[in-house]
Nanobody, 119 residues
Framework: QVQLAESGGGLVQPGGSLRLSCAAS????????MTWYRQAPGKERELVATINRGGSTNYADSVKGRFTISRDNAKAFLQMNSLKPEDTAVYYC???????????????WGQGTQVTVSS
């Protein structure tokens, strides 16, 4: 199994910054794409940013130019700048991985970390 542990959420004023971290652990044979999603109250979960093993990234239009995803081995980070109230949501880390003893990819989710942008 693979465990994803997020950290770094909190309360920040509009215009402020936060850095989220996601650490993957467990019996990982191959860790593929790591992605940040978010879900605001009453809304569906949406993709925020994704990064593959080669470092290629993709962002939701709503965060381009403000958020930066990065990766260091089994850790993914989301640097969030110029935060807006509409960025308020629970942020989830997602990864696709092959565990030791398996030959297929499985999907894994973290427990989520709350980000609140408010004055």
């Amino acid at each position: 199994q693979v465990q994803l542990a997020e950290s770094g959420g909190g309360l920040v004023q509009p215009g402020g910054s936060l850095r989220l971290s996601c650490a993957a652990s467990g019996s990982i044979f191959y860790l593929n794409t790591m992605t940040w999603y978010r879900q605001a109250p009453g809304k569906e979960r949406e993709l925020v940013a994704t990064i593959n093993r080669g470092g290629s990234t993709n962002y939701a239009d709503s965060v381009k130019g403000r958020f930066t995803i990065s990766r260091d081995n089994a850790k993914a980070f989301l640097q969030m700048n110029s935060l807006k109230p509409e960025d308020t949501a629970v942020y989830y880390c997602y990864a696709r991985a092959i565990v030791v003893g398996s030959t297929t990819f499985s999907n894994y989710w973290g427990q989520g970390t709350q980000v609140t942008v408010s004055s």
